[in-house]
């Protein structure tokens, strides 16, 4: 069968050397990033300070811009920063946890850094109540919507698990949370760049994620998108000169706020890594989320299938309109197996209560997936043998 989306092969240095299956934790470096990070050093080295005022200021506008693209967010409602915590850390910094209105809802698989982070928020009047799972694959609608109430400020929740890829409801827990009062911090990190989504369609209230994934743009860069008539009236107390009306006046004394995206920045922003992003997010530009989407759906299904043969446990959901673009599977010895398909070019991870994630993007073959599949077969089989 041809498949149009294996002509960006070759854009990817690292998949004529090895089977490439874990951009749910690394997506593969562009080939172009070579340049991007060339031309920042010709740019800082031949322009020096001028590249502030010529290039560097509004390049994190640039990059949110080309991010909101990709969520159908308008012009100007995504800001950057360099990881999910700060994203979280920005938002929580904008409310008051000290009247009724204080209770956090999060589910026990959101991202851990994610519940770290409200956990500690709890010395200034945060009420956390975490939601948990019976599966270890995903948490009931239902119970998560149940634990929403009039006393909800916020829910922070995973768009897409990063553990077993189930695809939560976001519309039903936003409008549950809206119905009460309640805002969402949704995690799409998951989710952007190998499924749609629609934060507009949504009505999300926030968006956050990180770019080094599905989205090919290595580590450093996150992103929060804040919805517009929020982002006018919001004051982030986890703030800085850069969100100010006039950060080259130098004002003393407390902030004057300037609008999104600025208005939910702090400080200098982190000129390499959005010069690096920007190739990975031009491919899935082109690519396009939907084919990707498409493609994505197949591979997972036979990667499925092929661990079905063998009797391995799957912790991933089955229905592929609930399952994003990983499937964690939990042979035997599935820690010293992942290893082992390692030290055999095939790249995986593994975590606790998942086993070994199987991720294939848009620039893996149906071999690839195959080939993954008969390299666990061989490694058990080896052991078998040895013990
Ligand atoms: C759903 C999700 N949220 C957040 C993170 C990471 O958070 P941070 O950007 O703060 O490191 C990950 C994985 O790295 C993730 O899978």
């Known amino acids: 069968m041809s498949d149009p989306l294996l002509r960006y092969r070759a854009e990817f240095p690292i998949l004529e050397r090895t089977n490439y299956m874990i951009s749910n934790s690394l997506g593969a470096m562009p080939?172009?990033?070579?340049?991007?990070?060339?031309?920042?050093?010709?740019?800082?080295?031949?322009?020096?300070?001028?590249?502030?005022?010529e290039r560097w200021w509004m390049l994190s506008v640039e990059v949110g811009n080309e991010l909101g693209t990709l969520m159908n967010a308008p012009a100007g409602s995504v800001s950057v920063h360099q990881n999910v915590t700060t994203?979280?850390?920005?938002?929580?910094?904008?409310?008051?946890f000290s009247g009724?209105?204080?209770?956090?809802?999060?589910?026990?698989?959101?991202?851990?850094?994610?519940?770290?982070?409200?956990?500690?928020?709890?010395?200034?009047?945060?009420?956390v109540q975490m939601v948990k799972t019976d599966d270890g694959i995903h948490v009931p609608t239902d119970r998560l919507l149940d634990?929403?109430?009039?006393?909800?400020?916020?829910?922070?929740?995973?768009h897409v698990i990063f553990r077993s890829a189930y695809i939560n409801d976001a519309r039903a827990i936003i409008e549950k949370a809206h119905r009460v009062g309640a805002h969402v911090i949704l995690d799409t990190f998951q989710s952007l760049g190998t499924v749609p989504v629609d934060?507009?369609?949504l009505n999300v209230d926030f968006a956050c994620?990180?770019?080094?994934?599905?989205?090919c743009g290595g580590p450093g860069v996150a992103y929060l998108y804040v919805r517009p008539d929020l982002g006018t009236n919001l004051e982030p107390k986890l703030t800085g000169w850069f969100a100010h009306k006039d950060s080259m006046a130098f004002e003393t004394g407390p902030i004057r706020y300037t609008d999104p995206?600025?208005?939910?920045?702090?400080?200098?922003?982190?000129?390499?890594?959005?010069?690096?992003?920007?190739?990975g997010l031009k491919i899935i530009r082109e690519v396009g989320v939907d084919n990707i989407r498409e493609k994505s759906k197949r591979q997972t299904a036979r990667l499925i299938q092929l661990a079905d043969q063998h009797g391995w446990r799957i912790n991933t959901p089955r229905d592929p309109e609930r399952r994003g673009g990983t499937v964690s599977i939990d042979m035997p010895d599935s820690q010293q197996v992942s290893r082992n398909l390692l030290a055999r070019?095939?790249?995986?991870?593994?975590?606790?209560?998942?086993?070994?994630?199987?991720?294939?993007?848009?620039?893996?073959?149906?071999?690839?997936?195959?080939?993954?599949?008969?390299?666990?077969?061989?490694?058990?089989?080896?052991?078998?043998?040895a013990v």
């Open 31 to 53: 080939r172009g990033v070579y340049d991007a990070l060339h031309s920042y050093a010709d740019t800082w080295a031949t322009r020096g300070v001028r590249a502030w005022e």
């Open 87 to 96: 994203c979280q850390a920005v938002v929580a910094s904008c409310f008051d």
């Open 100 to 127: 009724k209105r204080n209770k956090i809802v999060y589910s026990d698989l959101n991202f851990p850094s994610v519940m770290y982070f409200w956990e500690a928020q709890r010395p200034y009047g945060a009420r």
């Open 147 to 158: 634990a929403i109430d009039e006393q909800t400020l916020i829910v922070p929740v995973s």
């Open 199 to 201: 934060v507009t369609a």
């Open 209 to 215: 994620g990180g770019v080094l994934k599905w989205l």
């Open 261 to 279: 995206p600025f208005r939910f920045m702090n400080g200098t922003t982190h000129i390499p890594s959005l010069e690096a992003c920007r190739p």
């Open 345 to 385: 070019e095939v790249l995986v991870d593994w975590r606790p209560r998942a086993g070994v994630r199987f991720s294939p993007h848009f620039y893996n073959t149906d071999q690839e997936v195959d080939a993954a599949i008969a390299a666990v077969e061989e490694i058990l089989k080896e052991r078998r043998v």
